[in-house]
């Protein structure tokens, strides 16, 4: 195996040469065979362990094996202890989504704090194969059944192709230590009873199973590479970036037949679960939304409109108590006295300080408001100004006004008030900017 592991590392993994590596080892025989293949080549090395405190005395004979192989090897380490049930009560996560938040936020800070260049862990091709089932049988898209990937950023798994068995036998053949984790042989888990239950079955049924598996998947990643070349050139026909918002121009989309396939692949990133409602969108009428935790995405005539969810109450007032107030929230804006030339644009506006009142304002736009729009005669319904702008539904929601008294100042980033803006006779200028 070593042979086959070094000939492995050289045609796909070139780039570790010379570079210096955190081993994640838990002391059972995955990675402990990864710490000793590693060793063997000479590669710049050094190992995190975790003590998560789940497993008592098990636990720290786990943490003693992984300190005990590095002091004999003189191989730098770094081992933690987290109390992970007191974590996941906490964060109301499960013990083993918990497990894997504090040890990937602990490897991340090591790689930083130590000048290091990539994690490897122990990940193998059993382990491929339940990760498989798992999403498998939970319903996933193409992206659930292509496998682990071999590297994400700077985590590298060189072990993804080789079998438990193999990795078992060259421990055994090279009289490695190894720890057994006594909650793997309990079936409590999902992914045990996969383990145990229904790979083996799978074996058994397919003595080159694993060979199969491994092909199935380099398909499935050809194929999911097709279809994010096919998505991104759809995208680039039907889909539109304005400022912080994604339109999805409704009519260029459905000149594509599997357009929910489209969707899909553009939406998912975004934390949307709710598909059959997304889909639906494309029918509903303007005003129909579908959430994510982070993201809305509204009907708007014959688009649909993606931007990130304002979580600030519509009926929410900030104030402004005087010009030297820094406003941050909902957005900046910086107030100062001018004198000089006045240059103005859609995000700088000079207005006459004794024609405003602080403490002024800035609210969402209601119903019945109007203004005098610089540069026109008369006054102006707001509904009546964002429908001649061509706002969109999520425009007129997320566009913020600057007011006195409740008469509105500016139309922050689009238009100012006729009444209030400093002309030549003014005293006293203000210069309001949208940063």
Same mark, same amino acid.
């Given at each position: ?205 397919? *003595? ?85 935790? *982070? ?141």
């Amino acid at each position: 195996m070593l042979t086959k592991f070094q000939h492995h590392i050289e045609q796909n993994f070139a780039q570790l040469k010379d570079k210096k590596l955190l081993l994640a080892v838990s002391g059972g025989v995955d990675s402990m065979v990864l710490l000793d293949l590693f060793y063997k080549l000479k590669f710049d090395i050094c190992i995190a362990h975790c003590n998560f405190q789940l497993r008592g005395k098990e636990s720290d004979a786990d943490e003693l094996l992984v300190r005990e192989m590095c002091q004999d090897g003189y191989i730098p380490y770094f081992i933690n202890s987290f109390d992970t049930l007191e974590f996941a009560k906490e964060n109301k996560l499960s013990i083993q989504l918990a497990a894997r938040k504090l040890r990937y936020d602990w490897f991340q800070e090591l790689l930083s704090e130590n000048k290091l260049d990539y994690l490897v862990t122990a990940h193998h091709l059993d382990d491929n194969v339940e990760t498989f089932l798992i999403n498998f049988t939970r319903g996933t898209g193409l992206e659930g059944i292509t496998g682990i990937p071999v590297q994400n950023e700077n985590i590298i798994r060189p072990l993804l192709p080789f079998s438990r068995d193999e990795i078992e036998n060259y421990a055994i053949d090279n009289k490695i230590q190894w720890r057994e984790d006594s909650s793997n042989a309990s079936d409590k888990y999902f992914r045990n009873k996969l383990r145990h239950n229904i790979v083996p079955t799978l074996k058994e049924l397919n *003595t080159g199973f694993l060979d199969s598996f491994q092909n199935t998947l380099h398909h499935l990643q050809q194929a999911e590479s097709l279809v994010n070349d096919a998505s991104k050139l759809v995208f680039e026909k039907v889909v539109k970036e304005k400022g912080n918002q994604l339109e999805i121009h409704l009519n260029s989309l459905l000149e594509f037949q599997n357009y929910k396939a489209y969707l899909y692949q553009w939406l998912k990133a975004f934390g949307f679960s709710a598909w059959n409602d997304i889909y639906d969108l494309v029918e509903a009428q303007s005003g129909k939304q579908v959430f994510s935790e *982070t993201h809305v995405l509204l009907k708007d005539r014959e688009k649909l409109l993606l931007s990130e969810r304002n979580l600030i109450n519509k009926s929410e007032v900030f104030i402004i108590e005087s010009i030297e107030s820094k406003v941050n929230i909902p957005l900046k804006l910086i107030f100062s006295r001018f004198s000089g030339d006045k240059h103005v644009n859609a995000n700088c506006i000079f207005v006459d300080k004794d024609k405003i009142n602080f403490p002024l304002t800035i609210r969402k736009w209601q119903e019945g408001d109007y203004f005098y729009p610089a540069g026109m005669n008369g006054k102006k319904k707001l509904s009546k100004y964002f429908k001649d702008e061509k706002y969109s539904l999520l425009d007129k929601e997320n566009q913020w006004l600057l007011c006195s008294e409740d008469q509105i100042i500016w139309v922050i980033g689009k238009r100012a008030d006729q009444r209030f803006i400093a002309t030549e006779t003014t005293q006293q200028n203000i210069k309001i900017e949208s940063a």
